[in-house]
């Protein structure tokens, strides 16, 4: 059994003191060990998770095997390598910390140095709508799960559309944020109800936003060239990064460019609303967290619209 000391990449421990819990009529904290098998959006969808743990009393044990861009099928061609050779490169190619120092871990060696209460997967968004990329991958991951953390719940993370002005939508004959959430919640409820998983519906959430009639961003024409670096078009509720300048590593020049698939701090603190109040079972309507760049009518309305897609689920 490896230490449990091994994987854990962010450990969050928060103690009800009595006079809060006295106040507020808290429950006893209490603790969950998370690991997310998944990319960069399971880091976007608990970048605010550990905040509003602490923010309720609880406790958080956080651990990542996540890879850039990473597909369930890539996820598995790293478990098969391991299997076959486990000092493979290959077979470990998640980056952990342990006593200050880079380790690289398997996903087996990361499943089994904790007691996981939950273990998450996720598609890559690029595929997300695409329901034959999850067959057989999707249930090759539950299984290994299974197999190495049985005590814990596997849960399917829903990932995201786009932002509705992203260059994959720029064809609307061929694509469009509608039918990106419309595809890639068919394949997730699909898969989900073959392999008898829970889902954790970001995806629903930050569509509901992205369609508000009354908050949701509506993008506005701008004439890009004449837009010059550091002035961006309004963007006002966008739930993603959006536009955005980079620097040509040649020229040195500011260019802008446009990020509609990540999310940003508003996208972070929605996902982070449902995954607590999924994970806890608290109504995270009361959750006092708010990033100091977030305005609190904007936190409030998303803790809202969090709760209200929780409990229809």
């Known amino acids: 059994m490896y230490l449990r000391s091994l994987i854990v990449l962010s450990l ?7 006079a809060t819990c006295a106040e507020s009529g808290a429950k006893s904290p209490r603790t ?4 997310t098998v998944g990319n960069s959006f399971s880091g976007n969808a608990t970048r605010y998770l550990p905040q509003f743990v602490e923010a309720a009393g609880h406790r958080l044990v956080l651990g990542r095997a996540d890879l850039p861009g990473c597909s369930m099928e890539r996820h598995w061609r790293h478990v098969e390598a391991a299997e076959a050779d486990p000092a493979s490169a290959e077979g470990r190619p998640y980056t952990v910390k342990v006593d200050g120092k880079n380790r690289q871990l398997s996903l087996k060696e990361i499943l089994l140095s904790d007691k996981w209460d939950f273990v998450t997967i996720q598609q890559a968004s690029m595929i997300s709508s695409d329901i034959k990329t999850y067959r057989p991958y999707a249930k090759n991951l539950r299984d290994y799960i299974k197999k190495h953390a049985p005590q814990a719940e596997v849960l399917m993370h829903q ?16 694509d469009s944020q509608r039918k990106m959430h419309s595809d890639l919640r068919n394949a997730y409820t699909t898969i ?3 392999l008898g998983l829970r889902i954790i519906p970001v995806g629903d959430a930050m569509y509901a936003g992205n369609t508000d009639p009354d908050w949701c961003y509506k993008p506005a024409k701008f004439d890009k060239a004449a837009l010059k670096y550091p002035d961006l ?3 006002t509720h966008t739930l993603h990064v959006g536009y955005l300048w980079r620097k040509d590593a040649a020229t040195g020049e500011y260019v802008l460019d446009m990020d509609g698939h990540h999310a940003n701090q508003l996208g972070c603190y929605l996902a982070g609303c449902v995954w607590f109040e999924f994970l806890y079972g608290e109504s995270v309507e009361s959750n ?3 990033p100091s760049t977030i305005r609190a009518a904007d936190a ?9 897609i929780v409990q229809a689920k």
Do not use: M, N
Request: hydrophobic fraction near 40%.
């Open 159 to 174: 990932t995201w559309a786009y932002q509705v002005d992203d260059p994959r939508f720029d064809d609307p004959a061929k």
């Open 192 to 194: 989900a109800r073959e």
């Open 288 to 290: 006092k967290y708010v």
């Open 233 to 235: 078009p309004d963007q």
């Open 300 to 308: 409030r309305y998303l803790r809202a619209l969090a709760h209200r």
């Open 32 to 35: 969950i060990r998370l690991l």
């Open 12 to 18: 969050v421990l928060t103690l009800c003191g009595s």
